[in-house]
């Protein structure tokens, strides 16, 4: 994680030269899609920008442990008063609608977490991580639509299988490029498997048995779309579940070190369309 300056020009202050050019587009899951209101789409969409600007400063390859502390300090700056032009804008779509900032300020902990941990103990160490870096975020999508906070208990399951869901599918990316494992020391896993081409046996049978347990996470949130009032959030959480099934089913058949696991377009939009409608439709009922 040992680097040389902004890895593309930013400064101490200035993250911009850290930007991956990712989008909201390049998910695993919808983000703020035309299933939710429009009245919402854009308070989603402020804190997406926002994380999405603090997972790059994480996730950047080359710049310093301490240029990456310094300029998420200066995102957390943003959210209290003066810093990161994302935050400050995501905080005063908060403060209009009243909404709770420690979700971001959760997930800020999380990519500090990022910078300065690279392993993962156990289970119970990876779902504490969850708890900052993903269920926030459906926490705060919640809050958006007005939702009681009895959903939560399913919305933190869920977030925290699509948090799992993606460290699998990139395992070998995050340890070749950042010595990042999410997979848990106490499976047995050798490290330097996970950089290999394909992975053995072993590490095949590790990703499976985790995929057994995310599975269980998908099962605690199987309700989760029939708590939500709002029906079009409802039938994007049905979609959103769909695909994490989905996505366990091709981690089990495939080796996300030489095979693709991440849905085409096409093939998250047909999955999508059978979970949406027929939720749609219930509501409307």
């Not at 971001?104 to 500090?112: C, E, G, Q």
Request: hydrophobic share 45%; with cysteine.
């Amino acid at each position: 994680m040992e680097g040389s300056g902004a890895g593309g020009g930013g400064t101490m202050t200035d993250a911009a030269g850290l930007a991956s050019g990712k989008g909201h587009g390049d998910e695993n899951f919808p983000v703020a899609s035309i299933l939710l209101r429009p009245e919402h789409r854009a308070p989603i969409m402020a804190f997406y920008r926002f994380a999405r600007a603090a997972d790059d400063i994480a996730d950047n390859e080359t710049a310093a442990a301490e240029q990456k502390l310094a300029l998420l300090a200066h995102m957390r700056a943003g959210l209290d008063g003066v810093g990161a032009a994302e935050a400050m804008a995501l905080r005063d779509v908060m403060a209009a609608r009243s909404i709770d900032p420690v979700h971001a300020h959760d997930l800020l902990d999380a990519f500090v977490r990022d910078v300065t941990v690279n392993r993962c103990a156990d289970w119970d160490n990876l779902i504490a991580y969850c708890r900052l870096s993903a269920m926030p975020v459906g926490r705060y999508v919640l809050d958006v639509h007005g939702e009681s906070r009895e959903t939560w208990p399913a919305n933190d399951a869920l977030c925290a299988a699509l948090q799992i869901i993606n460290h699998l599918q990139d395992c070998g990316k995050d340890y070749r490029n950042l010595d990042r494992v999410y997979i848990p020391l106490d499976t047995g896993v050798i490290v330097e498997d996970i950089g290999g081409a394909r992975a053995p046996p072993q590490l095949r049978a590790i990703i499976t048995g985790l995929v057994g347990k995310t599975r269980e996470l998908l099962g605690q949130s199987a309700g989760f779309a029939g708590l939500i009032r709002d029906r079009r959030l409802a039938a994007e959480v049905a979609v959103i579940h769909r695909l994490a099934i989905s996505l366990c089913e091709r981690l089990e058949a495939r080796d996300p070190l030489c095979e693709r696991v991440h849905h085409s377009k096409a093939e998250a939009a047909l999955l999508a369309i059978g979970a949406a409608v027929p939720t749609l439709f219930r509501r409307a009922a």
